[in-house]
């Protein structure tokens, strides 16, 4: 089945460690996001990928990068967790456009 | 603005038939989605609308669509307790780019 992965499904990291998360699609569409989602809020955007380019919300904290090395793959670094920084993270992908999109399992990050 | 709001709490009884509502103040929104989210998830796509539409019926499911009053709804009918989770609508907006605004969420417990 066409779907969108996330591994790990938890990870913990330590206050200031390096930690990269990834996703990786089968459904081959053009657009990848990233979703930042604390306890009981809804799911804010941090940036997306249209094909190659990249596209980053404003209010996302230098902190957050991402990697689109191929259609199939997109990744999250964070360079510097901060307590503040634990959550799940959500990648979606969509074709392209205003078009739906479709959720990853999730990756829930623990910083200690 | 985009600000999308739910009420956060509904419950109900198996069988019953469940509305969960939200209200929206951006009026460009071009497609407005309801997604599904089950602890420790990620967030499954249940429906979308379509702007121009009034009413999308899907199964158990119907949105209705009032945009004079910019407000959404879902219902769910002879709901099931596998139907408690957290409700999210979202909205896409015309020249938005990709970006989905969601919702507070509402949590749906469903009780025997």
Known sequence: DAMVIQNPRYQVTQFGKPVTLSCSQTLNHN?????????????????????KDFNN?????????????NTSFCFLDIRSPGLGDA???LCATSRGGIDMQFFGPGTRLTVL | GEDVEQ?????VREGDSSVINCTY???????LYWY??????????????????????????TVLLNKKDKHLSLRIADTQTGDSAIYFCAESLTGGGNKLTFGTGTQL????
């Open chain 2, 36 to 61: 599904k989210q089950e602890p420790g998830a990620g967030l499954q796509l249940l429906t979308y609308i379509f702007s121009n539409m009034d009413m999308k019926q899907d199964q158990r499911l």
């Open chain 2, 25 to 31: 103040t951006d009026s460009s929104s071009t497609y």
């Open chain 1, 87 to 89: 959550a799940m993270y």
């Open chain 2, 109 to 112: 417990k469903v009780e025997l």
């Open chain 1, 31 to 51: 657009v990848m996001y990233w979703y930042q989602q604390k306890s009981s809020q809804a799911p804010k955007l941090l940036f997306h990928y249209y094909d």
């Open chain 1, 57 to 69: 919300e404003a209010d996302t904290p230098d902190n957050f990068q991402s990697r689109r090395p």
């Open chain 2, 7 to 11: 009420s956060l709490f509904l419950s």
